[in-house]
């Protein structure tokens, strides 16, 4: 079982940045699906973005373009840099690891069995 932490949430005013990070233990996560997801207040859970064993990446529309799945493998750390956050993407983010396969991932919460506890974002106006 990976286990996984979030940090890096934190409230920012729209048009700011923030940089969430997972760190991942037992298990070499890299070798695996890693996805961030999102959950707001009355809504179901979101995929955001997620990335292969080999770094290729997939974005939810909603976050193309202004946000940026990544990972070290050396610090076994998962990382979603976010630009131009909108008062939209308020949110509980959490990380997530599908530990069946290495490639295709996919962003629908459904296929990851692995998750951290969530890190609150909050965008202001």
């Known amino acids: 079982q990976v286990q996984l932490v979030e940090s890096g949430g934190g409230s920012v005013q729209a048009g700011g940045s923030l940089r969430l990070s997972c760190a991942a233990s037992?298990?070499?996560?890299?070798?695996?699906?890693m996805g961030w997801f999102r959950q707001a207040p009355g809504k179901e859970r979101e995929g955001v973005a997620a990335i292969e064993n080999y770094g290729s990446t997939r974005y939810a529309d909603s976050v193309k373009g202004r946000f940026t799945i990544s990972k070290d493998n050396a610090k076994n750390t998962l990382y979603l840099q976010m630009s131009s956050l909108e008062v939209e993407d308020t949110a509980m983010y959490y990380c997530a690891a599908d530990t069946k396969r290495t490639w295709p991932c996919f962003l629908e919460s459904d296929e990851y069995n692995s998750w951290g506890q969530g890190t609150q974002v909050t965008v202001s106006s």
């Open positions: 037992r298990y070499t996560y890299y070798s695996y699906c």
